[in-house]
């Protein structure tokens, strides 16, 4: 059996032990992905909370551009280095928290390996400012870059990273790769030959030899940028292979043991339908699954009671069809029943009211359990697809986490796996 799994029925998916996930001292890296809008974010603050409640020292990586990671943990701002966040500990417990600076990763990159004229060469190019502010793909790569950074220090027995609100999850493993071969790629190499060739006798080089090529390249990209073009390629020359060795390194990383990934998904159908295509991409490409976080779900405490059964008593109440409310309840008053001590005999209109409104809080409660009835559908549709995965049910909140209480609070949902009663 797995860590951090719990086995139940067989009509139901095995239980995510979350705390036993935490509480493993080989788990090293935890990643948190999914679609967009279902609560990575959050999340893995409250992971790591948790974990630092647990006694790990936890850093957790955020790339989510709201920054409300860092109102809910009583940090000003967030930024490129990991702060402390205050009285989340118990013993030697401790969490850190940072937000990925695509561009300053990008920078600090640059200024790691290549020497001072070059590397100011670099961070100055045009072409090389458009690309480490928005190239597509670019914030996914840094990410993965920023993950080994950490992971290398070793300053925290427990990395959890919340992955970009991409428009895909699946982008957060394909962008390293697609990145890097555009840096390898036939259009760097052609952009490259100049410069290594040298000199005049490079410019004659490419003047003859790719002369068509060029012409095409400047009516579509521009002389001007053509040109920053070809010397940001010629400055980061050296640095290429790098960009694909560390990729490859992080993507290793990976895919060994002491990393957890969780997906996190709505009990919506897109959501979910988006989850199970990360999951079988992440077997696909050996990449361990600790389970699905499934946020946002709605319970109730009075379950016994059904849509059905509800709707048809709000509709008794409301029309008096199968059952003559009003006369029934004289019949009650008038078989010498007492009224309770202190209080007046509810008229006919007062009766008509407290009517009115047991109906639409018979409605209401229908109308829950038929959300819950339809989440309950869509899990099934997952779990029916993939009923290895283990699951954790986070029960809906009445409002946003907006402090370090909310964070405890998703923790503890979290651990508990079950919405019951939410």
Same mark, same amino acid.
């Given at each position: 059996?797995?860590?951090?799994?719990?086995?139940v029925?067989?009509?139901t998916?095995?239980?995510l032990?979350?705390?036993?996930?935490?509480?493993?001292?080989?788990?090293?890296?935890?990643?948190?992905?999914?679609a967009? !809008?279902?609560?990575?974010?959050?999340?893995?603050?409250?992971l790591?909370?948790?974990?630092?409640?647990?006694?790990?020292?936890?850093?957790?990586?955020?790339?989510?551009p709201?920054?409300?990671?860092?109102?809910?943990?009583?940090?000003d701002?967030?930024?490129?280095?990991p702060?402390?966040?205050?009285?989340?500990?118990a013993?030697? !417990?401790?969490?850190? =928290?940072?937000?990925?600076?695509?561009?300053?990763?990008?920078?600090?990159?640059?200024?790691?390996?290549?020497?001072?004229e070059?590397?100011?060469?670099?961070?100055?190019n045009?072409?090389?400012q458009?690309?480490? =502010?928005?190239?597509a793909?670019?914030?996914?790569?840094?990410a993965?870059?920023k993950?080994?950074?950490l992971?290398?220090?070793?300053?925290?027995?427990?990395i959890i990273?919340?992955? /970009?609100p991409?428009?895909s999850?699946?982008?957060?493993?394909?962008?390293?790769?697609?990145?890097?071969?555009?840096?390898?790629?036939?259009?760097?190499r052609?952009?490259?030959a100049?410069?290594?060739v040298?000199? &005049? =006798?490079?410019?004659?080089?490419l003047?003859?030899?790719? @002369?068509?090529?060029?012409?095409t390249?400047?009516?579509?990209?521009?002389?001007?940028?053509?040109?920053?073009?070809?010397?940001?390629?010629?400055?980061?020359?050296?640095?290429?292979g790098?960009?694909?060795?560390?990729?490859?390194?992080?993507?290793?990383?990976?895919?060994? /043991?002491?990393?957890?990934?969780?997906?996190?998904?709505?009990?919506?159908?897109?959501?979910?339908?988006?989850?199970?295509?990360?999951?079988?991409?992440?077997a696909?490409?050996s990449?361990p699954?600790?389970?699905?976080?499934?946020n946002?779900?709605h319970?109730s405490? =009075?379950?016994?009671? @059904?849509a059905?059964?509800?709707?048809a008593a709000?509709?008794?109440?409301?029309?008096g069809?199968?059952?003559?409310?009003?006369?029934?309840k004289?019949?009650?008053?008038?078989s010498?029943?007492?009224?309770? @001590? !202190?209080?007046?005999?509810?008229?006919?209109?007062?009766?008509?009211?407290?009517? &009115?409104?047991?109906? !639409?809080?018979l409605?209401?409660?229908?109308?829950?359990?038929?959300?819950?009835?339809r989440?309950?559908?869509?899990?099934?549709?997952?779990?029916?697809?993939?009923?290895?995965?283990?699951?954790?049910?986070?029960?809906?909140?009445?409002?946003d986490?907006?402090?370090l209480?909310?964070?405890?609070?998703?923790?503890?949902?979290?651990?508990?796996?079950?919405p019951?009663?939410?």
């Open positions: 059996m797995s860590e951090g799994v719990d086995t029925g067989m009509d998916p095995p239980r032990a979350v705390d036993r996930l935490l509480d493993d001292p080989e788990t090293r890296i935890i990643v948190c992905c999914g967009g !809008g279902v609560g990575k974010t959050t999340t893995a603050a409250a790591g909370v948790r974990a630092a409640g647990r006694g790990r020292k936890a850093v957790v990586l955020t790339i989510d709201a920054r409300r990671l860092a109102q809910s943990m009583g940090i701002s967030l930024d490129n280095t702060r402390k966040v205050g009285s989340v500990g013993g030697d !417990g401790e969490l850190h =928290a940072m937000m990925l600076d695509m561009k300053r990763t990008f920078d600090e990159i640059v200024e790691a390996h290549a020497d001072g070059r590397a100011r060469a670099i961070l100055a045009p072409f090389y458009s690309l480490s =502010a928005g190239f793909g670019t914030q996914e790569y840094m993965m870059e993950l080994g950074q992971r290398a220090r070793d300053d925290w027995d427990l990273v919340d992955t /970009p991409s428009r999850a699946l982008d957060f493993l394909d962008a390293p790769k697609r990145l890097g071969s555009f840096l390898d790629g036939k259009f760097i052609v952009l490259m100049p410069a290594k040298g000199g &005049r =006798a490079g410019m004659k080089f003047n003859v030899g790719m @002369s068509m090529m060029t012409g390249l400047s009516k579509l990209m521009g002389a001007s940028l053509l040109k920053d073009v070809q010397t940001f390629v010629a400055a980061m020359d050296t640095m290429f790098g960009f694909r060795t560390r990729a490859d390194a992080t993507f290793r990383l990976l895919q060994a /043991p002491g990393t957890a990934f969780l997906v996190v998904a709505a009990p919506e159908p897109d959501a979910l339908r988006e989850a199970a295509y990360f999951v079988e991409r992440l696909a490409e990449m699954l600790a389970g699905l976080v499934l946002r779900v319970g405490g =009075a379950d016994q009671l @059904s059905e059964r509800a709707l709000a509709e008794n109440l409301e029309e069809g199968i059952v003559d409310q009003e006369s029934g004289a019949g009650l008053r008038d010498g029943d007492a009224e309770p @001590s !202190g209080t007046e005999p509810l008229g006919t209109g007062d009766t008509a009211v407290v009517d &009115r409104i047991t109906a !639409g809080l409605r209401l409660h229908a109308e829950r359990m038929q959300v819950i009835a989440e309950q559908r869509t899990r099934d549709r997952f779990t029916s697809l993939h009923p290895e995965v283990a699951v954790a049910e986070v029960a809906a909140l009445p409002g986490v907006h402090d209480a909310g964070l405890r609070a998703i923790g503890e949902r979290l651990a508990a796996g079950v019951t009663g939410a």
